[in-house]
């Protein structure tokens, strides 16, 4: 499956967290053990 990325996520997150590998990111949206949508309306993923 291919994922496309937010301008956000490419120049604001990636940047700021340049250890986060975008596969990371993918395993957790397929595997999350809790997902919470937030008042702006992004979605937070959890995993352990």
């Given at each position: ?10 120049n ?13 990111c ?23």
């Amino acid at each position: 499956m291919k994922y496309s990325y937010t301008d956000y996520f490419e120049n604001e997150v990636l940047r700021k967290r340049n250890y986060l590998k975008k596969y990371w990111c993918i395993d957790v949206i397929n595997n999350p053990l809790k997902v919470e949508e937030q008042d702006n309306g992004r979605v937070r993923f959890w995993v352990q």
